[in-house]
């Protein structure tokens, strides 16, 4: 049986309150070995250790404000994430539940630059705390390559590595991130949709050596559960799609993304 790994689930949230057990069992019989479960905002600090402390060594937490979420007061929200943070790497010797991720952190211009600003203040302060703590980054990008790449160049020798999720550009945009020599790209559902250009872009592109598998549940359902709420067990269309793709195994996939995750997130299944 196939084994591999979501690096991106909000299992936290609302979407999940009722069905949780029944969605984490699905995913293990559908190969699911780990699941990585990002921070958005300050409520999600105690929501996502809550969902992991549920199911330890099977969820890992990440803490981050996604750039969304970021508001006037986001220089409150991270330092009550810096405190939690600080708290669990204290504690790390008696808690199985340690951060693996800073993250979900990055840029978003697509409806709005009304917190530009902050934004990009919020974002580079948690790159800091990835370079001070050798945690990698989990990045949100959207209409924002330009500005979010400016920013992260002057730390990129300093950077423990990451993922630039639910990559859906092109070849020239792939190469760009990939720049960023420990980074990989988090690839979900948009791969199967009819209009993606991704199943001919990434192998033009890049390597399987370069790719994470993620669903960014309960969002961005792959084909042929669109319209429907995603859920971990969906990877497999991923793997299916990438397999064909690359014309390679659906073994060969799931093995070298299960090896990026271990190398980057040291999570070992």
Not at 53 to 77: F, H, N, R, T
Request: glycine fraction near 6%; proline fraction near 5%.
């Amino acid at each position: 049986m196939l084994r591999f790994i979501d690096t991106h689930a909000h299992l936290d949230g609302e979407e999940f309150q009722e069905d949780l057990p029944e969605v984490i069992a699905r995913a293990k019989s559908a190969g699911v070995a780990a699941i990585l479960v990002p921070g958005v905002e300050s409520s999600s600090i105690n929501s996502v250790m809550a969902v992991c402390s549920q199911y330890p060594g099977y969820c890992y937490p990440m803490i981050g404000l996604q750039p969304e979420e970021v508001k006037a007061d986001w220089a409150d929200v991270l330092g009550e994430m810096r405190k939690a943070l600080d708290n669990n790497i204290q504690s790390q010797d008696s808690s199985p539940l340690k951060y693996i991720a800073i993250g979900e952190c990055g840029l978003d211009f697509y409806w709005s630059r009304d917190f530009e600003k902050e934004q990009l203040a919020a974002f580079e302060e948690q790159v800091r705390w990835s370079i001070e703590l050798q945690l990698p980054l989990m990045i949100h990008c959207r209409k924002a390559q330009n500005e979010l790449l400016h920013l992260m160049r002057p730390y990129e020798k300093q950077l423990a590595g990451g993922v630039f999720h639910c990559f859906t550009g092109n070849q020239q945009e792939a190469e760009e991130f990939l720049h960023f020599d420990r980074f990989c790209l988090g690839i979900g559902g948009v791969s199967t949709f009819k209009s993606s250009h991704l199943r001919e872009d990434l192998p033009a592109a890049v390597p399987l050596e370069r790719i994470v598998l993620e669903t960014d549940s309960p969002y961005m359902s792959p084909v042929p559960h669109r319209g429907k709420r995603n859920e971990s067990a969906y990877v497999i269309e991923v793997i299916q799609t990438l397999a064909r793709s690359y014309g390679v195994t659906e073994q060969e996939v799931a093995e070298k993304t299960n090896e990026n995750v271990r190398r980057l997130f040291e999570v070992d299944i």
